[in-house]
T-cell receptor, first 113, second 114 residues
Framework: AQKVTQAQTEISVVEKEDVTLDCVYETRDTTYYLFWYKQPPSGELVFLIRRNSFDEQNEISGRYSWNFQKSTSSFNFTITASQVVDSAVYFCALKDSNYQLIWGAGTKLIIKP | DTEVTQTPKHLVMGMTNKKSLKCEQHMGHRAMYWYKQKAKKPPELMFVYSYEKLSINESVPSRFSPECPNSSLLNLHLHALQPEDSALYLC?????????????FGPGTRLLVL
């Protein structure tokens, strides 16, 4: 069965601190895709990244970076030098042969000025 | 252009009203989705249209009726809703058929049923 676990319900840090959001997944498939979305208070789900199971290279995009480790079934997301605008709920999600997004519960990130 | 638009942004309706939510995308995507999201929860899939045909209905009550008039538009018709149907309704689109395809979401419609 597929499952995505985001154990951190809420994280609060002061601006400019680095913060890591954890995501652990379960799937029996060898081909699958992992996603991160950001949902600010306005409600829109903003796509951040997609990673396929065959590409274990870490990705960096500006202040954002992602660490994919198949050995631990994790796909963690780090924000460097956090800013108030990073405050949002972040969702990790999985898609495998079932073709539907399996969502984690989300992590609410609060960046205090 | 990865834009999905939704109207209205907010909707308040009584339990006897009939209303419609609208979603539009111009990315050439042929798969469109309706999700329902309650506060502090992840989105729940309601319906999937692929090439303008309903392909998935996640056992949604018949008071929700989807419609896909063309490849760019998706509607959700609402009738005789209950207060527990109050939620954020999100539309998404993607290229169809493959697990790797990314779903792009609209801003949502916040629905309150009184």
């Amino acid at each position: 069965a597929q499952k995505v676990t985001q154990a951190q319900t809420e994280i609060s840090v002061v601006e400019k601190e680095d913060v890591t959001l954890d995501c652990v997944y379960e799937t029996r498939d060898t081909t699958y895709y992992l996603f991160w979305y950001k949902q600010p208070p306005s409600g829109e789900l903003v796509f951040l990244i997609r990673r396929n199971s065959f590409d274990e290279q870490n990705e960096i995009s500006g202040r954002y970076s992602w660490n994919f480790q198949k050995s631990t079934s994790s796909f963690n997301f780090t924000i460097t030098a956090s800013q108030v605008v990073d405050s949002a709920v972040y969702f990790c999600a999985l898609k495998d042969s079932n073709y539907q997004l399996i969502w984690g519960a989300g992590t609410k990130l609060i960046i205090k000025p | 252009d990865t834009e999905v638009t939704q109207t209205p942004k907010h909707l308040v309706m009584g339990m006897t009203n009939k209303k419609s939510l609208k979603c539009e995308q111009h990315m050439g995507h042929r798969a469109m989705y309706w999700y329902k999201q309650k506060a502090k929860k992840p989105p729940e899939l309601m319906f999937v249209y692929s090439y303008e045909k309903l392909s998935i209905n996640e056992s949604v009550p018949s008071r929700f009726s989807p419609e896909c008039p063309n490849s760019s538009l998706l509607n959700l018709h609402l009738h005789a809703l209950q207060p527990e149907d109050s939620a954020l309704y999100l539309c998404a689109s993607s290229r169809p058929g493959l697990a790797k395809e990314t779903q792009y979401f609209g801003p949502g419609t916040r629905l309150l049923v009184l």
